[in-house]
């Protein structure tokens, strides 16, 4: 029989573990210095102690070994013999951190162990091994009286495919006390021929002794994962021991029992109803999400009411009479209806919370806190709001570069803040929510504001303005998106090396969103990003410019319009602007743009769509317009290759192909286009 191939669980291990390793340290950034709240020390500690199960189940030794130093110093923390202060939390978000690049080495194949995770090991042995800092907790009369625990554990017979291993326990509680095997048994669930063995099944079960004064709480704790995977009986220890637990590891390892153990047969009732159940998921590029059954249940209803209009017009077309005109249109309409339905499930499928962003900064917040000797109070609202899995990996650097200069150049210190009147604690606030087609995430804090005049004076050094200029608000705030732009004295980890807003914006518009900033001197600053809820359909409006369709992205239309030649005015250059709305925008000649053939050059047939990008409007002129259409995007990076004020292609009903505009590809093509 070959052995069961565990590197098929790794990759959920590791998810699970780096799920595990998040709520560590939410919990402890909750965690307050002399905090008795055991509900977080208990979330704390069992995170932990999957964590070590998990990597010594599948052979991740030295992740393992790190943990389980870690759950030592939390088991203290746990029984009440050490008290939660800041050093102490700092260390263990330290762990947390040590054991995510463990972690990541690990799934990488890389060596796990360096001088920096020795020597943190090496400080938690150190602080588990000294004297504690509280005095241990009495134990009662009766627990003082125990001396041991009878264990009969009885493996169902799918325990193993759970990841779960019987001599992984049986070290953990080793670690305890002294372990002993009284006798092993075989539950009648086995078949009675060896042929019909299932190797990935399990059918033993044992009595254990555990001598030593042990609490109840500890050894329940090794058990925890197990619930609906094996039946358990603990109880006080009342006879002696028959066999060392050494006889059934040497045994496993290949190498001869001490003491050969008596296996016999017993009934174990099969209780796999009440295991626990498994969560779905779906593979993206190689990479999984976490999907709620309602959602798969929605789809699968879906399926079903497609099929049952499938099979009503395939009946109308097989007897079809000009009688049935009425009934088929009914049909297609219905079909209509069940395929855009249809859409919305599968298109909900990838569709994730915010808050798994949302998460991470609670720690960034707490060592900016610390580094910059500032005190911030962080709000998070709408962590539920969903948005596409690609969209939400994408989002996450330009959220983090937002909230760490809010906090090093928005905020000001305890003692500016108490001079200016403001309470000594800043606040960072991040909100989301729907708006249309898109979702709208902002950052905004409390803090000065952006300074006008550093920035002014920093332009000007730099040549982007000139001293005759006159600079509203708004214009004084564009200049922070910049290549290069910064007004920090000195370069620091944090800030001031010229790498920082132009490329929030660049990534932002990457992703078809947009971004910007409104601030107000003394009261603060909000930046605004707004975003497509998914990049795989947009609603559009087709556009018609020589013999080619173009689709302009909705979110991005203002306006559309017809002009007489004498409303179009001619700059220097030979560039072309027309009045709108107490403004003069520049036109751009989608056909010039593009070169197309056989357009419409003359501004009175042609229509004028009015597109917004970060704040800047302009006119695309363009022939026609042919209607309103979703468009599932098609990139053009992975079939041909990038093309400038392009962002994607589509097909069309009547199978033709036609191009994605990215407006603000356009705009930033560089000057408006010459009058035909």
């Known amino acids: 029989m070959s052995a069961v191939d565990l590197s098929q669980f790794h990759k959920t291990f590791f998810d699970e573990s780096r799920e595990g390793l998040d709520a560590m340290e939410a919990a402890l950034l909750a965690l307050d210095a002399g905090s008795a709240d055991t509900e977080l020390v208990h979330t704390i500690f069992r995170a932990a102690h999957s964590i070590k199960g998990g990597a010594a189940t599948f052979g991740f030794t030295d992740v393992a070994a790190f943990t389980h130093v870690a759950e030592s110093l939390l088991e203290e923390v746990r029984s009440g013999r050490r008290p939660v202060d800041a050093e102490l939390t700092e260390l263990l978000l330290r762990s947390v951190d040590c054991l995510r690049v463990m972690l990541d080495r690990s799934s990488s194949g890389q060596p796990v162990v360096d001088a920096a995770s020795e020597d943190l090991r090496a400080e938690l042995v150190r602080l588990v091994s000294g004297a504690t800092a509280a005095v241990a907790t009495p134990v009662t009369s009766a627990a003082a009286n125990v001396t041991g625990w009878e264990i009969v554990f009885t493996a169902l017979p799918h325990l193993l495919q759970t990841g779960n291993d019987p001599l992984r326990l049986f070290r953990e509680l080793q670690q305890l006390g002294r372990l002993e095997v009284v006798r092993a048994f075989i539950v009648d669930a086995a078949p009675e021929r060896l042929a019909e063995v299932d190797p990935t ?41 028959v066999a060392t637990v050494a006889g059934v590891l040497a045994a496993a390892e290949g190498s001869p029992s001490p003491l050969p153990l008596p296996l016999q047969r017993r009934r174990a009732t099969d209780t ?22 309602d959602k798969i249940d929605a789809l699968i209803n879906m399926m079903g009411e497609l099929v049952i209009t499938q099979s009503m017009l395939s009946e109308i077309g097989e007897t079809f009479q000009p009688s049935q ?60 709001t969903e948005l596409d899995k690609t969209v939400l990996e994408k ?15 928005g905020l000001e210190s305890p003692e500016r803040r108490r001079a200016a009147g403001k309470s000594e604690t800043g606040t960072l606030r991040l909100d989301a929510y729907h708006e249309g087609s898109n979702i709208v995430v902002q950052i905004s804090d409390d803090g000065a504001g952006l300074n006008r005049e550093a920035i002014i004076a920093k332009a000007l050094h730099s040549g982007l303005i000139n001293a005759s200029q006159e600079l509203g608000d708004a214009d004084v705030a564009e200049l922070i998106f910049q290549p290069g732009f910064s007004t920090a004295a000195a ?87 027309f009045h709108f709305r107490d403004a003069y925008l520049p036109i751009l000649r989608l056909h010039q743009a593009f070169a197309c053939a056989d ?16 704040g800047r409007r302009v006119g695309l002129l363009v022939d026609d317009l042919l209607g309103q259409q979703q468009a599932v995007v098609k990139s053009l990076e992975a079939h041909y290759r990038r093309v400038q004020g392009v962002s994607g292609a589509t097909i069309l009903s009547d199978g033709s192909v036609a191009l994605i505009v990215d407006v603000g590809g356009v705009v930033r093509l560089g000057r408006p286009c010459k009058a035909a």
Not at 219 to 238: M, N, S, T, Y
Not at 396 to 408: E, S, Y
Not at 605 to 614: A, F, Y
């Open 272 to 293: 796999a109803a009440g295991s626990k159940p498994e969560s779905a998921a779906v593979s993206v590029e190689g990479s999984s999400i976490r999907v709620g059954i």
């Open 491 to 577: 370069a620091t980890d944090l800030s001031g090396r010229g790498v920082g807003m132009d490329v929030v914006r660049r990534n932002v518009r990457d992703l078809g969103g947009s971004v910007g900033v409104r601030s107000v001197s003394g009261k603060g600053s909000t930046f605004t990003i707004a975003l497509p809820l998914t990049l795989a359909i947009i609603d559009g409006l087709v556009t018609a410019v020589g013999d080619e369709r173009y689709i302009v992205p909705l979110i991005s239309i203002v306006e559309s319009l017809r002009l007489r030649s004498d409303s179009v005015r001619r700059i220097a250059g030979g560039g072309e602007v």
């Open 395 to 409: 989002i996450g650097d330009p959220l983090v570069h937002l909230v760490r200069n809010a906090i090093d150049h």
């Open 201 to 241: 099944a399990c059918y033993l079960g044992w009595v254990l002794h555990l001598h030593g004064n042990v609490a109840r709480a500890d050894v329940d704790a090794v058990f925890d994962w197990l619930d609906g995977d094996c039946e358990l009986v603990i109880h006080p220890l009342a006879e002696p021991p």
């Open 599 to 614: 357009a419409v050059t003359d501004i009175e047939r042609g229509i004028v769509v009015v597109v917004e990008e970060d």
């Open 325 to 384: 005109l009425t009934r088929l249109r009914e049909g297609l309409v219905q079909l209509e209806r069940n395929t855009r339905e249809l859409q919305e499930s599968v298109m909900r499928i990838r569709m994730l919370p915010i808050g798994s962003i949302f998460n991470r900064f609670p720690r960034l917040v707490h060592d900016l806190e610390r580094k910059l000797g500032k005190r911030v109070k962080l709000e998070l609202h709408g962590e539920h």
